[in-house]
């Protein structure tokens, strides 16, 4: 099969289109074919190894433990290991090939991946291949973001600062769909594709600083990471709070060692003493979180929105398209 592959970290020029042996499934595994997986920002850091503490973490200090990147994907069974029972040959299924939050390849950007069975749920039938493969980790990260601090009720105020990206489409869409009133922040570009996915207002950052205004937040995601608590706090209601996600801006405002993880860290450290802090809960399944994800999907609430689609040759191009930061929603890679 083909598949990309890197051997050692680096720029983007390290990953390299090779054919190589098809895997041969465990028991408790899946064979897909391919028709789809994401690119978003884990894939960077991966590939290029920094901030340098994940490599110790568990993506492999001297060189990538696994050499095929790619998480998420969608596809077709192509076979099944003995153990496996909720999937035959020939369904359509969708998922994340990583457990939990790791930091590490994956090997979806091939033609064929092992998956565990319990990691995969069958592809909603209204969803593309492409759609659904860009839902496990932006999707994940988005809804556990959001259900930090307990405002997604009818009614509530959320302003979603990056949301016209994977992550922040994604975010605006699941909020509506609790019944938020949203406010979109980002730049100009992305206003539009923001009002489109159900954005009640938008805030073209470069022109307005919403830090500054009258209105007030019941909830602020900080999905790309570059202001502070102390930033959004006079537009916090008294009972709001604010959430950050972590982004780096691959490897711009932040350490090549720890990158945005002490940030991050220290703001999960301190939220348990300042009640507008909040920090999102790891102790919630990601499979509870797929199926939240699923109801809203089946009701017609969410539509992933992908940007570009790149052919698995172009992957190197691919993540340079999504660390550019012009994206309006999420990219795919297809074989």
């Known amino acids: ?139 994940i990260i988005a809804l556990r973001s959001l259900l930090a601090g307990g405002q997604m009720q009818p009614g509530k105020k959320v302003l979603i600062n990056g949301a016209g990206g994977n992550v922040g489409a994604l975010a605006v869409q699941i909020a509506k769909a609790y019944g938020a009133v949203v406010t979109g922040v980002d730049c100009a570009e992305k206003l539009e594709l923001m009002r489109a996915i159900g954005a009640d207002w938008t805030v073209d950052y470069a022109q307005e600083d919403f830090t500054q205004g009258s209105e007030r937040y019941d909830f602020i995601l900080d999905v790309a990471s570059n202001l502070s608590l102390s930033d959004c706090k006079r537009v916090l209601t008294p009972t709001g709070s604010y959430v950050l996600i972590g982004h780096d801006h691959f490897g711009e405002s932040a350490g090549r060692w720890f990158g945005s993880m002490p940030r991050f860290f220290v703001q999960l ?27 809203f999907i089946e009701a017609g609430k969410i539509t992933p929105v992908i940007d570009r689609t790149f052919p698995l040759s172009e992957a190197a191009g691919a993540i340079r398209y999504l660390r550019d930061g012009h994206a309006r929603g999420s990219i795919v890679l297809t074989p």
């Open 1 to 139: 099969m083909k598949a990309i592959v890197q051997d050692r970290y680096g720029s983007l020029d390290v990953l390299e289109l090779r054919e190589i042996e098809r895997p041969v499934v465990e028991a408790d595994e899946v064979l897909v074919r391919v028709r789809a997986t994401s690119v978003h920002p884990d894939i960077w850091h991966v590939v290029t190894g920094r901030p340098y503490a994940l490599r110790l973490l568990s993506a492999g200090a001297l060189r990538p433990k696994t050499g095929i990147p790619g998480t998420d994907v969608s596809g077709l069974v192509e076979s099944v290991g003995a153990g496996v029972t909720r999937f035959k040959a020939g369904d359509e299924v969708f998922g994340d090939v990583v457990a939990g939050n790791s930091w590490i390849h994956g090997g979806a950007y091939s033609e064929y991946v092992c998956v565990r069975e319990d990691a995969l749920a069958h592809k909603p039938p209204h969803l593309t291949f492409e759609q659904a493969a860009v839902l496990p980790t932006s999707g």
């Open 269 to 295: 450290a301190l939220s348990p003493f300042e009640s507008r802090l909040a920090s999102p809960d790891f102790s919630i399944p990601s499979k509870a979180l797929m199926a939240t994800l699923g109801e």
